[in-house]
């Protein structure tokens, strides 16, 4: 039920940042028919491979569809808001390059984003923040960071939890 209810709520940020197409990649029952009542596509996978290929389904579904961008957020982090999505996408406004909000431990990713999408691959799974730094660079992009707290809090360990409770979230 938790995982659910942090799950409408970035859904309920991500529809009042306004102006992005959202697509939910699952193949979970529950979530489909969420996804299916509030009008929002799903891309529905044949096998749960995990979060780094659920992510790659989506970029390439993205670049299929000649997005210009292509902006992955978890549906773990209940303290996200609409401004810092808007915040996040305004940074890439008009132009290329990448952008990440590392998870408020640092090691994790907790969002990028990325123009065009196929601007590199993603792999998540500590310490993807250090990873995707060195992957853009890699690729001669200077990447974008910005620190966001509510998009850094992502619930993986009860200590986070407890940081949740703290904010009276």
Known sequence: ????AMLENVLDVMEAAGGLPLRLVTRDPEVLALASLRGIDCLTESVNRGHTEAVAFAQSEATRLSFAGFLTVPGDVPCATPDE????????EGGAGVAFVPSLSGFGTNAALLA???AMPLKFGE????NHLEGARGRG???RVLSLSGLGLDID?????RLLLARGA
């Open 127 to 130: 310490p993807s923040f250090a």
């Open 157 to 161: 360990a009860p200590e986070d939890l």
């Open 141 to 143: 992009i200077t990447p």
């Open 85 to 92: 999505v808007r915040a996040l996408v305004a940074c890439l």
């Open 116 to 118: 065009p999408p196929d």
């Open 1 to 4: 039920a938790s995982a659910a």
